[in-house]
DNA sequence: GATGAATGAGGATTCATTCAT
DNA sequence: TATGAATGAATCCTCATTCAT
């Protein structure tokens, strides 16, 4: 379409990519304190220890930190959950596949906190709605993969439907699990994951009548 | 003249609070338009038709407001739905009940958008974090009340970790409700009200093996 | 059309009042030490003794500034000029009305240097280009009522052509003038005044050729 | 060996000439667009296609930039029309010259926006004010040097004064014409050409009582 | 009680310029 | 030479809050 942005891709040094690097982290970090909306760019200069003027360098405002943030940050959930999700059998039972994707994502949530700040988002639509949205867009893409092999029946919208509840569920579950530490995360885990079971299992039934 | 001095306050005190719930009702409109944290004093006193002085003569800040506001909405969560809970006989279904509370939170939703707003609150800890775990707490007992008496062989721990549960199930799924309108939206209703039965079902089972 | 602005009248402190023109002063004072372009928000209102806040209460933005700046100016014009034009009998020599325009026109420019600023406005379409233009179209105003009366057979169009070029013309001179002072001022008024004459006097020719 | 030495530093220059070129284009091209003042080095070297760091190897500031356009722009005026100048004769009707040199000047002018930019320069004295002079110097000593074979009697004050009324007239005039296009365009230089012609007509008179 | 004025620090962003590579 | 990175002061503008009237 427009090309206004981006108009020359304009070769990066690799001290550049650093830079950015050290930005992305500064803004993980006051994401993570300050949430985004609160969140300035002064403050994540401030903290990757650069001028305001380097940043926007590299970035053209707040929004486009977050953007890319994000993209990061899915790009690492597929290298690192991506392949490992591939080989799963059709037959591997709910349980096991909503136990190993529920200590995943909460696992990728621990080492990545401001994974659960991005989804949150600003407090509103409007503002950085697109990207809220692409994160949450494609963690629902991801659940629907899953799910599909699961629900051959069902209708694309229903599917769809499922996977937008289990996200919202997850995102619900996930607020208690960061919220606690120790032996009572380990039974919000617990609980979020009976929790998704519960609500999937009687799904699969209506699917696979032979099943179990 | 004491008639006069009788009168005076009164009026006074009938147009401060005319003018409280005035700035109240302006701020949920600005709360849920912009967010919470990128909501500005100045904006709820033009939203209120008046100036910011006057803001200032009924709150001494911004939080202040948010607390009053959350503290009217629990206040008529309580008038509204309080009374008409008790009268929950035991022996009324699950479903029932999952159905009737969550028709209600939703409807109550519907009329009080704002209470979503503060709900997810500032993005962050900080700010504000007293009162958003207020109306959370309160919500929190709400449920709790309302399934001790389902589970009474619980402990008071897996009660509270459960009722969480449940609202954090409930945020998530609101979430999508509201995202929603006409026929979608009662299908999320409806998935919503699967997950928590589905949810709580088993539990009650344990306790009440002969139950229902 | 749109009522963004300017929802309510709001009315005006005393106080206000004078802030705004004391910010007007002060503003047509940067306007005309460092060009309108050049010439920044805070240091009008640092010129002005006020904080920058001060300043948007009552200004949205520099434009807006240079748009009351040239009202007043324009409504300083009228009232001072105006009613002393008005009597100017048919018979008078042409002679005459240029030396008298051309007085009060330099006459007000050295009251109100910042004309001159505002006259040229930006270096460039765009910006201010309304306002700016606005102050021209006034001064075209202007200069057409006077020469109409002149030139009776002349079409509307003409009367424009002529107009403008006499206000370019002016523009041109008043550079001058204002870049010298005492006698070598007053030589470039003179200078000024015969281009006008010289210019205009064929022109009234063609239509009174009984006239003189 | 030497003959690299004797060939590098050529091609150095001459590349260096090439970039000078280019970054002056994009200077010309966004002085036009944006204004003198409003114009960033940032945007020149974009516009140019190279990065600020190769700007400053050319050019020790903006204003040096202004310059060199500006002596560049004045000796191509010369190239051009200074030749074609000479070959005046003195008996060549004032009609006439004042004909060709203003076709000539706002010929230059379509072809050279820029020129305008310059001539107007900031707003104001300060930043660039020598060289937005030197322009103007220039500019008058041309018209002067056209002049003076008209005017032998009158005083080089008098003819100094007489050039820079020229070319303030020209200014205002140039700004019409270049606003406008087509006919209504050549109207105005027609104009421009009678005030200019009628302005200068009765000074040749009083030199040459007994001329043409 | 109500108003609008006032503040000044802080927000996002730009810019002329210098530096390291 | 050329690049892109880096700077930090300066830009415009907002905001929570206080003050005078």
Redesign the interface.
């Known amino acids: 379409m427009e090309q206004t942005a981006d108009e020359r891709p304009r070769r990066r040094q690799a001290r550049g990519e650093r830079r950015i690097a050290q930005l992305l982290e500064a803004a993980a970090s006051v994401f ?7 969140a300035s760019t002064n403050a994540i200069a401030r903290e990757a220890g650069v001028s305001p003027g380097t940043l926007y360098q590299f970035f053209p405002n707040k929004e486009a930190i977050a953007v890319e943030l994000s993209d990061r940050l899915m790009h690492e959930m597929r290298e690192t959950y991506g392949k490992a999700l591939r080989p799963i059998a059709p037959e591997t039972p709910l349980e096991e596949v909503i136990a190993a994707t529920v200590d995943r994502f909460v696992d990728f949530n621990c080492r990545h906190p401001v994974f659960f ?1 991005l989804m ?1 988002g ?3 639509p ?2 950085m709605a697109q990207e809220h949205d692409a994160l949450h867009a494609a963690l629902i893409g991801r659940v629907e993969a899953l799910l599909t092999p699961f629900l051959p029946d069902a209708r694309t919208e229903e599917i769809a ?2 996977s ?2 289990c ?7 996930l ?2 699990i960061l919220a606690h530490e120790g032996a009572e995360r380990e ?2 885990v617990q ?2 994951k ?2 998704l079971f ?2 999937l ?2 799904l699969l039934m209506d699917s696979y009548p032979l099943g179990v």
Chains 1, 2, 3, 4 share one sequence.
């Open positions: 993570c304190t300050t949430g985004y909306t609160a700040a949150h600003p407090d509103v409007g503002a439907r499922t937008r509840m996200v919202g569920i997850y995102k619900g579950g607020e208690l039974a919000y609980e979020l009976n929790v519960r609500y299992d009687p």
